[in-house]
């Protein structure tokens, strides 16, 4: 009540239920920094989470667990919906993680072997800036683009792509960004032209490039070590190229 000034902590190391409520039926923290080493239960509705904290517990029921605000640290099992807030720091997170919009502005942000992150912004996107995104568990990107600079992915896990979105610099080519694979990255669906880009991205395979419909055109340049299958195209559409693995390639420009 102090317009943001001095605001309060909520500790959760038990259980919080969020069970009923009514016209929009959530449950929000604004200015109170909310920690979760607990069980967070929303069987009904949501609970919107709007100044940050840290998710280190766990969650259940079917309802919706929101951050909306501010930033967090994720080193738990939680089923989250992220619209607008910051990850930062160090975090290893093993719940599932439906990213619909907000940033990861610094720090390492890791998705474990048990954990899923879903990259579903529709028409908008999301950002990565300045930040490592490390893949052991499930990455499913189904909509929405992915803007960065000065960033690093690694997949060692499996990486699915659903869309015809983009991965691109928003810098206007200045601090590049690089994507490493040395798992399996998957293009499996899309629309219209059908092609996932990566558009001033360093692009380097020593994994799996799995293009089982339409095109994987990569633009910036890289390195190609690994190898390849399905019958779509992976197209080396721009930048320097070293070639020393088994994909099957379609080089255009």
Known sequence: DNSGNNPSTFNNSGVFLKLAGSSTNSTVFSYVTFNNSGVVGVQRGSVSLQYGGNLSGSSSGPGVLQLAGGTWTLNGQETLQMVGSQLSGNSSFAGVLNWLGGSLPGGM????????????????????DNCTLNNYGTVVWTSG???????????????DALSDAACFN?????????????????KLAGSSTNSTVFSVVTFNNGGIMAVESGTVSLQYGGTMSGSSTGPGVLQLAGGTWTLNGQETLQMVG
Not at 109 to 128: C, E, K, P, Q, R
């Open 109 to 128: 942000f890791t998705v474990a072997a048990s954990g899923t992150m879903n990259i579903m912004a529709g028409a908008n996107s999301v950002t990565l």
């Open 170 to 186: 928003d810098n206007n080519g200045n601090n590049v960004s690089t994507f490493n694979n040395s798992g399996t990255f998957k």
């Open 145 to 159: 683009a992915i803007a960065n600079h000065s960033s690093t992915f690694n997949n060692y896990g499996e990486w």
